[in-house]
């Protein structure tokens, strides 16, 4: 058994090898969402109009913001986006425009660099003539935010999705590690998710050439 | 198969030893596990919401639940599912868990400010009231142990008393093959290694679900059930095998459908003991009776439904022939023009592949995470290829096989598929509904792990080890990369 033996362990040498190649060649620009899913018309705004999320913890920096839009007839009209910071006086700190003629979908406003660990308004001014809906879902999707319409409640939240510069899966695996200790067992951090990943990729394929070898 | 026949027991000292291979096999199931259970955000496993629910119901009250004037979570459980964004992440690739550190801190904080009395009142009628309360009193160790940590901390330990259960379901398979196969590790590793690195049973199992207790109940019944056949019934293993029949039934009632099977191997079983069949069998019978019985008194005591799907299927009205065989045309074959469609979410590819094969395989989540398509063309390849392998095997083997144990997981088998499609046929009917799902045949992993020894035997004797670590290699292949996948879809 012991040529299968180092074929299994060939074999599971070459898994982590994939696995680094994908995490190397595989990106995300995620930075965060409000965790809201598209789920229903959330709002709607006329021209000159402006809807804002409000109060969203921004934990990551990000460059661009996407939506979920519904224009009404053809192309969608011009929307400008605005960053408020609520920290001061809710000044804006960044801005982008997403151009007329858009369809129904997601779209992504590339917007000025916003960094973590501000407390912000997104809001977005309809800058042409037609109306155009915002999908979202209920108000309670995401309980520490809420959307206004011209300053009143719209009791709903709308699908924000923060984005950023595409970085590799491996780039982001301290923050992945970081995030998914979060909400667990209460004396875990980022670290546990690191040992785990090593007795996953070094002990298990460890176990598994042990075992075959036993099987003679 | 008729190798095995001619085995000679290991000397008792050694039998009751753990093999090397299992051993080191469990550590890894083991790894498995728990690299499940830490890296799947809170409730985002297949009606994990509600079997939390229900054990919360359980430990701090008011009981079992169930009652229509209560909330379906107590609002303990709701908070926590509102600061991790369990329920907007459920099945939406769009969103993610909340990630932040600064709403972990605020949701540690507001969690201490929780009075004792918003961890009990839940109750309401979740989706799992209807479940038997074995399962769930199980977790309650693990819950009430936990019980001074956080919610979260909770159902990490809950998870990890899952995986106790995979360990289970692997051991059987390994004990299964051994009686199948007789005593050859070969072949005990190629059946053990489908329930120990298949991703779809440690994902299920390593999630609060009575899933996993399901799977390790249902694969010891089939062990038992298949010793109690080579090794001739005695009072001992009747009446181990049918308890263990009836301890399925206080799971899921899913699980009525091991009792055909069940009571079939044991009349063959009692037919083979040559005389005195009564004094050996009325004991395994009363087992089954007890065990069984007592889950329905306790249901009628408790206004509880004892067997909600098994009787909501026997008595439901409007059975079409034509198109019953419509619809199981449809599920394993194209459609053809002139039948009423019974499959419209699945536009392309068959039913059988798309909800039994991928699902089987692996769909994590609420189901929303999938690989590309490419990779479960690959997988069906694979599996039918060892289907017909192990079909190809068995027939080589005809003359000698014992076709007792042969008619009893094929019995067994069939029943559970045939009352799969029942349910989902009338569920059609009333609703549109579908209902089958991947996952509802994994009771069946033991018999699918004899399949995969079964092919190996196909194979020359000389590249049976090489044949096993491609296998062995393959199936980790996949637990890696569904781990991967799983932790880019939540965390990335």
Known sequence: MRRPAAVLAALCVLVALALVAVGLTQRSSLAFTLGVAPAVPAAEIAAGQTVCQTAIAVPERFDRVAVWLKPSGGGGPALEALVRDRTSGLPVIARGTLPAGYREGERAIPVDAVPAGRDVDVCLRNRGTGRVQLVGNADAASRPTTAYVEGNPTLTDITLVFERSPRSLLAQAGAIADRASLFKLSWIGGWALWVVAALVLLAVPALLVRALRGVQ | ?492
Request: hydrophobic share 55%.
């Open chain 2, 1 to 492: 198969m008729s190798e095995s026949i001619t085995q000679t027991d290991p000397s008792p000292s050694r039998r009751r030893r753990v093999p090397g291979a299992l051993a080191a096999l469990l550590a890894a199931t083991a790894i498995l596990g728990v690299a499940w259970a830490l890296i799947l955000p809170g409730w985002q496993a297949p009606d994990e919401n509600s079997h939390y629910g229900y054990v919360q119901s359980l430990v701090d009250g008011p009981g079992l639940p169930g009652e229509p004037d209560r909330p379906l979570f107590a609002t303990e459980q709701s908070r926590a599912a509102d600061a991790v964004n369990a329920d907007q992440t459920a099945a939406s690739l769009v969103t993610r868990p909340e990630w932040s550190r600064t709403a972990f801190e605020r949701w540690r904080e507001a969690e201490r400010e929780l009075p004792d009395a918003q961890r009990s009142d839940g109750g309401g009628q979740n989706a799992a009231r209807s479940n038997p309360p074995l399962a769930y009193l199980l977790y309650a160790a693990p819950y009430a142990a936990a019980g001074g940590g956080g919610v979260f901390d909770r159902l990490v330990w809950m998870r990890i008393v899952g995986v106790v259960w995979l360990l289970v379901t692997v051991a059987a398979t390994w004990a299964l093959a051994g009686e199948v196969f007789g005593r050859r590790p070969l072949f005990q590793l190629a059946a053990a290694a489908l329930p120990a690195l298949a991703p779809m049973p440690t994902f299920i199992s390593a999630s609060v679900t009575p899933d996993g207790l399901l799977f390790a109940l249902w694969t010891v019944a089939l062990w038992l059930g298949v010793r109690m056949l080579r090794r001739g019934l005695t009072v001992r293993s009747g009446v181990a095998f049918m308890a263990v029949v009836g301890l399925a039934c206080w799971v899921k009632a899913t699980s009525y459908a091991l009792v055909p099977g069940a009571l079939l191997a044991f009349a063959i079983a009692a037919w083979r003991v040559p005389g005195g069949r009564a004094r050996v069998a009325l004991p395994g019978l009363a087992a089954l009776v007890a065990v069984v019985g007592g889950w329905l008194v306790t249901a009628r005591i408790l206004a509880r439904p004892a067997s909600q799907q098994l009787t909501s299927a026997a008595t439901a009205s409007g059975l079409d022939v034509r198109e019953l065989g419509s619809y199981l045309w449809q599920f394993y074959l194209p459609k053809l023009w002139f039948m009423q469609d019974f499959f419209p979410s699945v536009p392309m590819g068959l039913p059988v592949v798309d909800v039994i094969l991928n699902g089987a395989w692996a769909r994590f989540g609420w189901l929303e995470i999938e690989f590309p398509g490419w990779v479960y063309w690959a997988l069906t390849v694979l599996t039918l290829a060892v289907a017909v392998a192990a079909a190809v095997a068995v027939w080589r083997a005809r003359t000698t096989l014992d076709r007792g144990v042969l008619a009893f997981l094929a019995l067994v088998a069939l029943t559970l598929v045939a009352g799969l499609h029942w349910q989902e046929y009338q569920l059609k009917l009333s609703s549109g509904a579908p209902f089958m799902q991947g996952r509802y045949v994994l009771p069946l992993i033991g018999i699918a792990g004899l399949a995969s020894a079964a092919a190996l035997r196909l194979v020359s004797a000389r590249l049976r080890g090489l044949t096993l670590a491609g296998m062995v290699g393959g199936l980790f292949a996949l637990q890696a990369f569904s781990l991967a996948l799983t932790l880019e879809r939540f965390y990335a």
